[in-house]
């Protein structure tokens, strides 16, 4: 079964220097029937204007990570950590017993578009964690790239929880089916561009939610960019 999500549903928040779209419910928009999916609990599609950012502000028991798509995003937190992330670069925080971290457009000139993903954890008052990683064009191109899991396989970072997270592009005839492990739920979000999934399109922004389903398979992709989620088959419980 596959439950559509579509971009234009989702909650907005408009700051001037910041344009966020909520995924699932977040800070002042609420929404009982969107209230994460399984372990997957935020996606925020954030654009932030040139030299503009997050002041530092803390976090704790969370598994956040961060998915550039354009400009670059300066990172700076608690446990001394800091960089700059461009697009193919994965950054991966386990906040654990607490931190404070800080999220800057690193550019004066251009905006920053990037994805904020929250995963509840199944481990709490761990030892916070830092992880980042760059993950090409081609290993992504026409396949799913596992970014995320919960071992670090296949040079992937580790998350705390029972989570795979793939990324992969696709453009014109490329195409993949995965296969899930039995007894799983997945959530695909199209970051960009138009894609075929289970033989529903998607446009830029959509999600969809697949419960009872065995394979995925993307196909008839135009500039492609997309995420998919492994995860558990809980379900989060409406407030």
């Not at 344009?19 to 419910?25: C, E, G, L």
């Not at 002041?55 to 354009?70: A, C, K, N, R």
């Not at 959509?206 to 492994?230: H, K, N, P």
């Amino acid at each position: 079964m596959m439950e559509l999500r579509p971009a234009a549903a989702r909650g907005i928040a408009n700051f001037g220097w910041l344009y966020s779209q909520h995924t699932f419910s977040f800070g002042h928009y609420h929404d009982p029937r969107q209230i994460g999916f399984s372990d997957l609990l935020v996606i925020n599609d954030d654009l932030v204007a040139a030299g503009q950012g997050f002041g530092s502000h803390p976090h704790q028991d969370m598994e956040i990570f961060s998915y550039v798509l354009d400009g670059a995003l300066e990172h700076k937190d608690s446990m001394g950590s800091g960089s700059v992330i461009r697009p193919g670069d994965v950054q991966m925080m386990s906040a654990g017993t607490g931190i404070r971290h800080s999220e800057y457009n690193a550019s004066r000139d251009e905006q920053v578009h990037f994805l904020q993903i929250w995963i509840m954890p199944n481990r709490y008052g761990v030892t916070p964690r830092y992880q980042q990683q760059h993950f090409s064009a081609g290993e992504k191109r026409g396949r799913l790239r596992l970014i995320i899991s919960p071992d670090g396989a296949e040079g992937s970072l580790s998350v705390y929880q029972d989570v795979r997270v793939h990324a992969g592009l696709f453009d014109g005839a490329e195409a993949q089916t995965i296969t899930l492990p039995p007894n799983r739920h997945a959530y695909v979000h199209l970051a960009r561009g138009t894609l075929t999934v289970n033989g529903q399109p998607l446009s830029a922004g959509d999600g969809a939610r697949l419960r009872q389903v065995d394979e995925i398979t993307f196909c008839r992709g135009q500039q492609a960019e997309v995420l998919l989620f492994d995860l558990r088959p809980n379900e989060l419980p409406e407030f």
